[in-house]
């Protein structure tokens, strides 16, 4: 794609910028649930897609063929983003979420956790040494020796995370200050060297993003059908995201018209990224939903003040790059507690069904293995110029399929709602519609009102289709 350290550096600022804003937006007028927005993988292939197309022109400098790449980016991110924003706010993503049921919900939940494994042990594996002692030394810190005293129990509750993190990223720092990655091989420095990326000496000390800082964005129909597929499987997975948050932080299921104003918000968001030339669209963070059950903190507030340091570090670069000399081996020692645990709140949905009925044992079964295979057999299809298994004459169809069933989230939306709404059941209990249904209206809880409304009696000044 081109481009230098600084220019690596700005796009991750551009990142964390929108990250911060979307965020504050969803949680005070889109889900109001403590979920963290952030970049989403499923625009992988589409980016892959437009970094190839530039690949044989000729630029006068890889800055300049990094630029191109930014405005065509901007361009497909700005027409994609009206496909959330009709979804959501004609509130057709809300009717469609109406075919649920918790058996429905169970695999697309659990693969929302799953379907990121790769991002688990096998890049903890990448640097055993930083990787495998972060992860025991969690556990043992969270788990146990909160038992120790009750005051301990509360600290080690919420904060172990933060202390395990300091401890192991100094002992990495000494590693790498001590010269034990000198001789290495490059894979084993980029994972395990905390001055890997030197985006510390290339960060700007302030920096605020501004609309249109690349120039004037580039619309290519081809490119912009691979971004339609992304934003698809972006709202996927926030849905997805957004059912396992609720579980988590002790709230009702989200009802379809909140699922609805959040999924417009969203593509509003994924607007403004391409305004601000960002490199890719945000979804909700799985990662920061399976924080919500390890420290047990599942307050909107707190994610609320939260964006204000991620906007901060956004514009202050030299902080934020400080952070993100953070080794990726310590994240994936996190992922392995964190996805776990949104895998395992998607499983507990399924209380609320017949667990003995064949029926729903059926659905749930092929529902998660499909869920799981055919994501993989894209992955081990796609070659590393981002063309996946299906390669017909027109591109644009193929970014949109490669794309799509290479989630494995909505793979298992696609087959848990087809065979869950196709299939009888002998009893009306069996699927768990009636504990479900009265969650799918506003009025249908008590307490739905109390977690989704807006704040500041903002619904008395919007019209009701779009509450």
């Not at 192991?168 to 084993?188: R, S």
């Not at 964005?217 to 059912?243: D, K, N, Q, Y």
Request: aromatic content about 12%.
């Amino acid at each position: 794609m081109g481009g230098d350290n600084g220019d690596k550096a700005r796009v991750i600022q551009v990142l964390l910028f929108m990250s911060g804003i979307n965020t504050l937006l969803q949680t005070l007028i889109g889900s109001r649930l403590p979920t963290v927005m952030g970049a989403s993988f499923a625009f992988t292939l589409p980016l892959l897609s437009i970094i190839n197309d530039y690949t044989d022109e000729n630029f006068t400098s890889e800055h300049d063929r990094f630029v191109h790449g930014m405005r065509t980016i901007q361009g497909s991110l700005i027409v994609s983003s009206f496909v959330n924003i009709i979804l959501g706010y004609s509130r057709a993503w809300g009717e469609l979420t109406r075919f649920f049921s918790p058996i429905a919900v169970v695999p697309v939940v659990c693969l929302v956790g799953l379907g990121l494994f790769a991002r688990g042990f096998p890049l903890l594996g990448n640097c055993v040494e930083i990787g495998l002692p972060m992860l025991i030394l969690l556990v043992i810190s969270q788990q146990y020796l909160k038992r120790l005293h009750s005051r301990a129990h509360l600290i080690l509750e919420r904060f172990a995370l933060l202390f395990c993190i300091g401890i192991i990223w100094a002992f990495a720092a000494i590693l790498t200050a001590a010269g034990a990655y000198n001789n290495v091989k490059a894979a084993t420095k980029e994972s395990c060297r905390t001055d890997r990326s030197f985006l510390i000496s290339t960060a700007p000390w302030i920096k605020i993003p501004y609309p249109f800082q690349w120039g004037t964005p580039i619309f290519r129909a081809s490119h912009v059908f691979g971004m339609i597929g992304a934003a698809l499987v972006s709202s996927a997975e926030s849905t997805g995201t957004f059912f396992a948050a609720a579980r988590l932080s002790g709230a009702t299921a989200p009802p379809a018209h909140v699922l609805s104003r959040s999924i417009g918000l969203q593509g509003i968001g994924m607007l403004l990224e391409g305004l601000f030339g960002s490199l890719v669209g945000t979804t909700a963070s799985v990662e920061n939903v399976g924080l919500l059950g390890l420290t047990h903190i599942g307050s909107r507030r707190v994610v609320q003040i939260s964006t204000a340091f991620m906007i901060f570090f956004s514009i202050f670069g030299k902080f934020g790059a400080f952070f993100a000399s953070i080794p990726l081996p310590i994240f994936a020692a996190i992922y392995c507690i964190l996805l776990g645990i949104v895998a395992a709140s998607g499983i507990t949905f399924i209380q609320f069904a017949n667990n003995n009925s064949m029926r729903n044992i059926y659905v749930l079964g092929v529902s998660l293995f499909l869920g799981l295979s055919i994501p993989q057999y894209f992955a081990m299809n796609t070659t590393f110029d981002g063309h996946g298994p299906v390669r017909t004459k027109a591109g644009w169809f193929n970014n949109i399929l490669n794309t799509i069933f290479s989630s494995p989230p909505t793979v298992a939306i696609i087959v848990g709602t087809v065979l869950d709404n196709t299939l009888e059941a002998k009893h009306v209990d069996d699927r768990g519609v009636p504990w479900w249904k009265p969650f799918q209206h506003s009025k249908g809880d008590v307490r739905t009102e109390e977690f989704y409304s807006y704040p500041l009696r903002i619904n008395e000044y919007i019209p009701t289709r779009f509450l």
